[in-house]
T-cell receptor, first 114, second 111 residues
Framework: KAGVTQTPRYLIKTRGQQVTLSCSPI?????VSWYQQTPGQGLQFLFE???????NKGNFPGRFSGRQFSNSRSEMNVSTLELGDSALYLC?????????????FGPGTRLLVL | GQQVMQIPQYQHVQEGEDFTTYCNSS?????IQWYKQRPGGHPVFLIQ?????EVKKQKRLTFQFGEAKKNSSLHITATQTTDVGTYFC???????????FGSGTRLLVRP
């Protein structure tokens, strides 16, 4: 099976812009989670989707949003970018329906905000 | 809110020495997972522990889940340069659909 794919892999934006990141989960996986990884804060949970429904959201401002499509692909959007949004954004898919299961991570999108 | 802490933050060892990282949760966990992230890579699942006091081994790696299900450890015997990376523990958050990661322990191995 193909692994989790994320596009784009690298992105440079300026403050105030918005960005959309894409994630394609492993075939058959219906749960997609997003994480932000920074050197100072580690891996922070953003949100989790299952069958197009957001089941949980982390402690991030409303500028961070996401959605999941009927084919389980997911996108996350960050509006009004700030310098502090520079990070590696990781998407992970799993088979989980009722409980958090093994997370299969994609290679990530590295976002730099100037 | 729930927190998962790991110590140490960094560990620099000579190849062949042992290494241990410890994970502590502020709440009881139904299960705990361990991941490894190589430099420049993404986290890769290593193992999941579910039972109180559980011990699992993967070659030179030994994983333990505490009796109270609030702490866990990963021990590597006779480290090799291929062990280099950051090791994360992770447990379910206040929702079953949310995974909380520890701060990670970065392992460096001198050849």
């Amino acid at each position: 099976k193909a692994g989790v794919t994320q596009t784009p892999r690298y992105l440079i934006k300026t403050r105030g812009q918005q960005v959309t990141l894409s994630c394609s989960p492993i075939s058959g996986h219906r749960s997609v989670s997003w994480y932000q990884q920074t050197p100072g804060q580690g891996l922070q949970f953003l949100f989790e989707y299952f069958s197009e429904t957001q089941r949980n959201k982390g402690n991030f401002p409303g500028r961070f949003s996401g959605r999941q499509f009927s084919n389980s692909r997911s996108e996350m959007n960050v509006s009004t970018l700030e310098l502090g949004d520079s990070a590696l954004y990781l998407c992970a898919s799993s088979l989980a329906r009722a409980q958090v299961a093994t997370q299969y991570f994609g290679p990530g999108t590295r976002l730099l905000v100037l | 809110g729930q927190q998962v802490m790991q110590i140490p933050q960094y560990q620099h060892v000579q190849e062949g020495e042992d290494f241990t990282t410890y994970c502590n949760s502020s709440t009881t966990l139904s299960n705990i997972q361990w991941y490894k992230q190589r430099p420049g890579g993404h986290p890769v699942f290593l193992i999941q522990l579910v039972k109180s006091g559980e011990v699992k081994k993967q070659k030179r790696l030994t994983f333990q889940f505490g009796e109270a299900k609030k702490n866990s450890s990963l021990h590597i015997t006779a480290t090799q340069t291929t062990d280099v990376g950051t090791y994360f523990c992770a447990g379910p958050g206040d929702s079953s659909y949310k995974l909380i990661f520890g701060s990670g322990t970065r392992l460096l191995v001198r050849p």
